[in-house]
């Protein structure tokens, strides 16, 4: 069986990408991307092969904020993790990690802003480990400490019961 496309002509084409606004529901903005595509030379139409849809799909996904699939990648194996232990540490399915690697799937915006802190460091690991499984807990975490002034908290999640301790908080304004 031969290939019906072996006569299209290679073209470089500009294709409109429209990135949602945060709700979802309008278009924010929309920005012209360069793609190879093939050209049927009986009608002129084009084509874009799955090289171009995924070009494209990733500029969306950048100009989103996304993070990339090798990101997601590479920030697992930065924090020396399974996809299981991820997975397990964000509270989602196995799978769904595995298809925000492969680029089958992106995550949502909320669950991306999460992933974003962690590859900033914004957000501690041991953090998102306690959270995990709140059973290690013996009393809910408090967002201000007493006397309001704010200061991080330090958690030990190695122990069946963690201690949350408040670090030194004078000469610190409330």
């Known amino acids: 069986m031969s290939d019906p496309t072996q006569n299209w002509k290679k073209v470089i084409t500009k294709m409109p990408v429209h990135v949602p606004s945060l709700d979802g529901k309008t278009i924010q903005e929309t920005v012209m991307v360069e793609v190879e595509a093939l050209q049927n030379p009986s009608d002129g139409e084009i084509y874009l092969p799955g090289e171009a849809l995924e070009k494209l799909d990733a500029?969306?996904?950048?100009?989103?904020?996304?993070?990339?699939?090798?990101?997601?990648?590479?920030?697992?194996?930065?924090?020396?993790?399974?996809?299981?232990?991820?997975?397990?540490?964000?509270?989602?399915?196995?799978?769904?990690?595995?298809?925000?690697?492969?680029?089958?799937?992106?995550?949502?915006?909320?669950?991306?802003?999460?992933?974003?802190?962690?590859?900033?460091?914004?957000?501690?690991?041991?953090?998102?480990?306690l959270m995990s499984k709140p059973a290690l807990r013996?009393?809910?975490?408090?967002?201000?400490?007493?006397?309001?002034?704010?200061?991080?908290?330090?958690?030990?999640?190695?122990?069946?019961?963690?201690?949350?301790?408040e670090k030194n908080y004078e000469g610190l304004p409330a």
């Open 59 to 129: 500029a969306k996904a950048r100009y989103m904020g996304l993070l990339q699939p090798d990101c997601i990648k590479e920030l697992r194996e930065r924090l020396e993790l399974t996809q299981k232990e991820m997975s397990s540490l964000l509270q989602i399915g196995e799978k769904t990690w595995t298809r925000w690697e492969t680029g089958r799937e992106r995550p949502s915006r909320s669950l991306n802003l999460l992933l974003h802190a962690v590859y900033d460091g914004k957000v501690d690991i041991c953090y998102l480990q």
């Open 138 to 165: 013996d009393k809910p975490l408090r967002a201000t400490p007493p006397g309001g002034a704010r200061v991080p908290f330090t958690f030990d999640v190695g122990t069946a019961s963690p201690a949350m301790t």
